[in-house]
Each structure stands twice: as structure tokens, then as C-alpha cells.
């Protein structure tokens, strides 16, 4: 018998401990069983669909199959027009790093040596102003622009730092004062891996929307270059973070330029929307939302045997488990709120498929009281298992449960009271400690509900050695954990829909 086998049968084993009462008071999670999520997982991570990269011929089929799904189990459509779909238009294309130029104060930087740029493709020339890290905050009379003219000048910002809650980013920040572009002082973790953050800067890349401001990363000795002589030094800035030294215009003597091509083109991907409709003639207004993110990372161009990131866990595991979850809501027991189930597109390339569906959503979004997110539920740590890239790997009756004490003390209360009283898994908050230096909190789909002021549950199993490998393969995955977080999952909405008022948010939301 395989260890998956054996761990099946304890699933399984472990859902027979309880009474059927108990059962049904929590709908019909016995309508989620593992089999059907390993049915489900060896299509859409299988080397067919070429790692589902956004876009991709891969991901519109996974889509399409989703939404095929959803049909058969008589799921309402909720995307655009009537359909299960929601369109992102998007720009592909690659930074052609031959014709790509800049220029420092009349010195001519070479690609790859100097910086390396993103799209979109163009063109920007002017005096330099440093900006931190850059972004905004109104409420919180954070303005690095104050007392500063950056109109038709180059923004000098800290690399990363995503915008949280309240927050304008630094490019939307510095295009809103007016700038021509942005110059952006790489991170640590860019620095020490150069090399591969150039060589990942040339491959064919993906935005969303409209075009931001023309922006290049410089690197360290090019940060040197650029601070000689100025008020704060490039060992200053380098190592700023969210403390580095007040914004300052640079020497007038200080100018850049830089040109990027590409070969972009238009092109678009697609969210699935679906909903299934709440038995309360005046709750079924609501909804509690699901979410996964249905895309992973393509394929490489390395030179190795297996070409594909069929990501099984990342986060066909998610996807696979919401659809479960909307077939045992649509042929079970309705509850009085109404269920919305959406598969996110292009997680992997910044969130962009739920910033966009809570930017442009397809349904009231002041209706969905709260979201459960899955990213990564079908990994267990073995006995044994020593490997430092498994450390904080959950182990079969395990999983992080990220986000539910940081917003609502009422979706918290909820999430712990009907684990104890169902499966009672053991729930780890280890990523809701604010000094968390992974920011798990801020990576995956939920944020985008989060900055919206919708409380959410984010259910993860860990980062593991095959994390964004072609080794993510279905034959890894822990079908008998993945149908307990599944159906623990559904549960946990079955309450919420079903309780008289929505999860009070009586938590500020912290920073990103």
C-alpha cells in the first residue's frame, strides 16, 4: 500500500468519527471526496496545459474546463454578458535588450551591467528625485512628494514593498505628480541575484490594464554612481527599507534617460465567475466568497528533462478544492447567504486576476461578507523529513490559517469553533504574526478582498522544495489532507452563510 493510500484511508477513517448529525449541521461536506479532487488535479496539472501561465492557451483551458464544470453541476454564471468568464485585457511581449538604452548624466549604461528594464515599452528623460519607497498615503498624511517638484523628472524609488490598504503605489504615485518615470533602487534580494533577475527581465512578460510609467532597475554599482557626491550615499539607500533618508531632488547636474522596447502586443486572460444562489429570501442578497488562483508559472527554458510547472499544489490543489466546494453547495443543502466562487487568473504575476475583479467586479462586492481563500492546500510533511526547504511544511492534520485574526474577531470565533466541532485539524497562525518576514499575509489572492475591507480566512499548507519547480507533480499531492482542508473549508462558509448577521470587521487592517 502507498503512503497516499494509508493517508487516504485515515481521512477517511477520521471523517467516519462523526455522528451524522454532526455532520449535516454543517451541510454536506460528505460530498467532497478525495477521488474527485484527484480526478479534477490530473487534468489541470497535467503537462497538456503547459503550466497554465497567464496568458496562455494552458490557462484558457483550465478555465474553460472549470467553467464546463460548473455547468454540469447547475453553478449560475456570474463572469461578463452572462458567461462564466471575466476578460483582463493585458500587453505581452519582451524588453528587447539590444534596442533597450539608458544614459547616466551623459554616461552611456549598459544592459545587464547597468540595469535591466520591464515593460511597458517607452521613453523617459529628465533630473532625478528620490522618493523612498515611494508611495502614498492620504489618510495617514504619508507623502514622499511633499515639498517636491517631480514633474517631468525621473522618480528615484525603493524596489518592492506592494501597496497595501489606503496606499497608492509608487507608480501610480509618481505618474499622478506628473513624473516621466521611475528609476528603481533594487531590493536586497534582487542585488544578491542579479544575474537571474536580468535574465528573467528579457523573457516575455504580461501587464494588466493600461500602461504604467516607463520604469528600469539600477544595479548596485550603478546606485553607487548615481549617489556619489549627494546628500545621502548609496550604502544609505541600498539598505533604506521603509526607514531610509527623507526624499531629496538630486544635483541638477544629475539627469537620466533610457528608452525601452519591446515587442509587445494585446492580448487578454480570463477569471471564472460563478455563484450558487442562498435559500433566504432577504440573506441570499449576500454572499460568502471563495477564491483560488487557477494560473502557475509556464514552462523554462532551461536545460532540463522536464520543461513544465504543472503546479499541482500551486494552487491546482485550490482550484481543484473550490470546485468540489461549489458542486457540494450546488447539488447539496442551500444555506440563507448565497455562495460566489471565483478562480483567479495571474496570481503568479502580482495578483493581477483579483486585483482586477475587486477593482471591476462582475457582482456587488459591498455584498460578499467574507472570503476564503486556498492557495496551496495538498502538501504534508513526512516523518522524518529533514530538508531545510520543508521546514515549515504542515504536517497531514495541519494547515496555516492566515488572515483571521487580523481583521474580524467574529470570522475568527466562527473558523476556530467549527473546526473544533468537525474535524478539528490543526489550525497554525504562525504567518499572522506581524513581524512575519515572508509577508504570507500580502502574496496571495485574499489581499486583494482584504483591501476592500471583506474579512478573510487564507488556508495554506506551506512553502515546500518543490515550490515553483516542474517537481510540483500531482503524484506529491496528499489527497486525503486536501479533501480535510477542503471540506473544512466548506464547512467554515456553510456557518458564515448561514449566521444571522455578516462578520464584523472591528480590526484595522496593518501594513503591507
Same mark, same amino acid.
Given at each position: ?73 447547475? &453553478? ?5 454578458? $452572462? ?53 502614498? %498615503? ?85 546606485? $553607487? ?28 547636474? *544629475? ?51 522536464? *520543461? ?43 495578483? +493581477? ?15 460578499? +461578507? ?10 504534508? *510533511? ?14 497531514? %492534520?495541519?494547515?496555516? +490559517?492566515? $488572515? ?8 475568527? %470565533? ?9 474535524? %478539528? ?63 473544512? &473549508? ?21 501594513? $503591507?
Amino acid at each position: 500500500m502507498t503512503p497516499r493510500s494509508t493517508l487516504l484511508l485515515a481521512s477517511l477513517s477520521c471523517l467516519a468519527t462523526l455522528a451524522p448529525a454532526q455532520r449535516a449541521s454543517f451541510g454536506k461536506p460528505d460530498l467532497i471526496q478525495a477521488n474527485a479532487l484527484q480526478a479534477h488535479l490530473e487534468f489541470i496539472a497535467s503537462d497538456a496545459l503547459g503550466g497554465r501561465d497567464t496568458p496562455s492557451l494552458g490557462l484558457e483551458i483550465a478555465c474553460r474546463y472549470v467553467a464546463s464544470q460548473l455547468r454540469l453541476y447547475g &453553478v449560475e454564471p456570474a463572469g461578463e454578458n $452572462g458567461t462564466y468568464f471575466q476578460t483582463i485585457p493585458m500587453s505581452e511581449g519582451a524588453v528587447d535588450p539590444v534596442k533597450t538604452t539608458g544614459n547616466l548624466s551623459g554616461t552611456t549604461m549598459a544592459y545587464g551591467t547597468d540595469f535591466y528594464a520591464s515593460l511597458p515599452a517607452g521613453a523617459a528623460s529628465g533630473g532625478l528625485v528620490y522618493v523612498g519607497r515611494g508611495m502614498v %498615503n492620504e489618510a495617514e498624511n504619508v507623502d514622499p512628494y511633499a515639498g517636491l517638484d517631480v514633474r517631468g523628472k525621473i522618480v528615484i524609488a525603493l524596489q518592492g514593498g506592494r501597496p497595501r490598504q489606503g496606499w497608492t503605489s509608487a507608480s501610480q504615485a509618481a505618474a499622478q505628480h506628473g513624473a516621466a518615470g521611475i528609476v528603481y533602487i533594487p531590493s536586497q534580494a534582487t542585488a544578491q541575484a542579479w544575474k537571474s533577475a536580468v535574465d528573467r527581465s528579457a523573457r516575455p512578460q504580461n501587464r494588466r490594464g493600461s500602461a504604467s510609467l516607463p520604469s528600469l532597475v539600477l544595479s548596485p554599482d550603478a546606485v $553607487g554612481r548615481l549617489f556619489a557626491g549627494e546628500a545621502a550615499t548609496a550604502t544609505e539607500v541600498l539598505a533604506a527599507g521603509d526607514e531610509g533618508p527623507k526624499p531629496f531632488a538630486l544635483s541638477a547636474s *544629475k539627469t537620466a534617460s533610457f528608452q525601452i522596447a519591446s515587442d509587445g502586443k494585446a492580448t487578454s486572460a480570463m477569471n471564472v465567475v460563478g455563484i450558487v444562489r442562498g435559500s433566504d429570501p432577504t440573506l441570499k442578497a449576500e454572499m460568502v466568497a471563495f477564491g483560488a488562483h487557477i494560473d502557475h508559472v509556464g514552462t523554462t527554458t532551461r536545460d532540463v528533462p522536464d *520543461k513544465i510547472y504543472n503546479g499541482a499544489d500551486d494552487d491546482g490543489s485550490g482550484t481543484v478544492a473550490i470546485l468540489e466546494i461549489a458542486r457540494a453547495f450546488a447539488l447539496g443543502p442551500k444555506p440563507k447567504r448565497s455562495l460566489l466562487f471565483v478562480w483567479h487568473c495571474g496570481e503568479e504575476k502580482g495578483l +493581477v486576476g483579483s486585483a482586477y475583479f475587486t477593482d471591476n467586479p462582475t457582482v456587488a462586492l459591498d455584498k460578499v +461578507v467574507a472570503q476564503l481563500n486556498i492557495d496551496m492546500i495538498g502538501r504534508s *510533511k513526512t516523518p522524518g523529513d529533514t530538508s531545510p526547504q520543508n521546514e515549515v511544511l504542515t504536517g497531514p %492534520n495541519e494547515v496555516f +490559517v492566515v $488572515g483571521s485574526t487580523k481583521m474580524s474577531t467574529d470570522l475568527q %470565533n466562527t473558523s476556530e469553533r467549527v473546526n473544533k466541532s468537525f474535524l %478539528n485539524m490543526s489550525f497554525n497562525y504562525k504567518y499572522d504574526d506581524p513581524k512575519d518576514t515572508e509577508r504570507i499575509f500580502y502574496r496571495s489572492d485574499h489581499y486583494n478582498y482584504a483591501r476592500k475591507g471583506i474579512p478573510i480566512i487564507f488556508y495554506f499548507s506551506g512553502l515546500h522544495e518543490d515550490y515553483h519547480q516542474p517537481s510540483d507533480e500531482v503524484e506529491k499531492i496528499d489527497f486525503a489532507k486536501l479533501a480535510m482542508v477542503t471540506q473544512t &473549508v466548506y464547512a467554515t462558509g456553510w456557518e458564515i452563510a448561514n449566521a444571522p448577521t455578516r462578520p464584523k470587521v472591528d480590526k484595522p487592517l496593518d501594513g $503591507g
